[in-house]
């Protein structure tokens, strides 16, 4: 392993670390928001949907 490809494994470790303390606590409801995102605007609610 060269020395730019430790540097680049230890910014990636970093950056997982840090997207772990923002994210902590919260995973459930960025992942329904971005469920809900996704959906194009004029699609019904899934109660509506047949």
Do not use: H, V, W
């Not at 409801?29 to 004029?42: K, M, R, S, T, V």
């Amino acid at each position: 392993m060269t020395r730019e490809d430790q540097d680049f494994a230890r910014s990636q470790k970093s950056m997982i670390g840090q997207t772990m303390r923002e994210y902590g606590g919260r995973f459930l409801f960025e992942l329904i928001q971005n469920g809900y995102d996704a959906q194009p605007p004029d699609a019904a609610p899934s109660s509506a949907r047949s």
